[in-house]
């Protein structure tokens, strides 16, 4: 089976803050991806990598920068937390680059900054 | 650009209930569709897809045919059970591999 796992099932930081979410998938996948879910928008996507040190912006990057060191890994980081980026955030990642393969996701991980 | 509009929610029914989540889409080209569900405390987790036009994806009870002609890719289930009780998204992928998602459905099943 796939596994995605995320660092944090839940984090609280203050405002101004950096901050570092990491995402790790056990299964050679090339592509990753990092979204926040906010109620009623559904899941929006912040940046995805598609191979090592690679990495495209996606609908709402403004606030937030990643690395993707190597393949397994991929971190999402908040350079200077602020009260609008309280979310859930949800890593996931799917084999190549086809538009028919199934994305899988991590448990999420609920930040809040005060 | 890509878009999905499922139906509002939430969505409450009783056990054993006909559940159909309504899921329409806008995209250039040939997108592949799928549900995905969350289940309480879960990252989201693939329930079906269907990767061309006519295709009938199917899990757990679950159905949604893929219909060009009406770019509608609704889900439906004859008789729901508790642990049905979930968040349910709608999400297609053109002619890349990003997906793009609806706003979501709770559905709650009450025994």
């Known amino acids: 089976d796939v596994k995605v796992t995320q660092s944090s099932r839940y984090l609280v930081k203050r405002t101004g803050e950096k901050v570092f979410l990491e995402c790790v998938q056990d299964?050679?996948?090339?592509?990753m991806f990092w979204y926040r879910q906010d109620p009623g928008l559904g899941l929006r996507l912040i940046y995805f990598?598609?191979?090592?040190?690679?990495?495209e912006k996606g609908d709402i990057p403004e606030g937030y920068s990643v690395s993707r060191e190597k393949k397994e890994r991929f971190s999402l980081i908040l350079e200077s937390a602020s009260t609008n980026q309280t979310s859930m955030y949800l890593c996931?990642?799917?084999?190549?680059?086809?538009?028919?393969?199934?994305?899988?996701f991590g448990p999420g991980t609920r930040l809040t900054v005060l | 650009g890509d878009s999905v509009t499922q139906m509002e929610g939430p969505v409450t029914l009783s056990e054993e209930a006909f559940l159909t989540i309504n899921c329409t889409y806008t995209?250039?080209?040939?997108?592949?569709l799928f549900w995905y569900v969350q289940y309480p405390g879960e990252g989201l987790q693939l329930l079906l897809k269907?990767?061309?036009?006519?295709d009938k994806g199917s899990n757990k009870g679950f159905e949604a045919t893929y219909r060009k002609e009406t770019t509608s890719f609704h889900l439906e289930k004859g008789s729901v059970q508790v642990s049905d009780s979930a968040v349910y998204f709608c999400?297609?992928?053109?002619?890349?591999?990003?997906?793009?998602f609806g706003a979501g459905t709770t559905v709650t099943v009450r025994a």
């Open positions: 995209a250039t080209g040939y997108p592949s």
């Open positions: 269907a990767t061309k036009a006519d």
């Open positions: 299964m050679d996948h090339e592509n």
């Open positions: 990598s598609y191979d090592v040190k690679m990495k």
């Open positions: 996931a990642s799917s084999i190549h680059r086809d538009y028919t393969d199934t994305q899988y």
């Open positions: 999400a297609l992928s053109s002619n890349d591999y990003k997906l793009s």
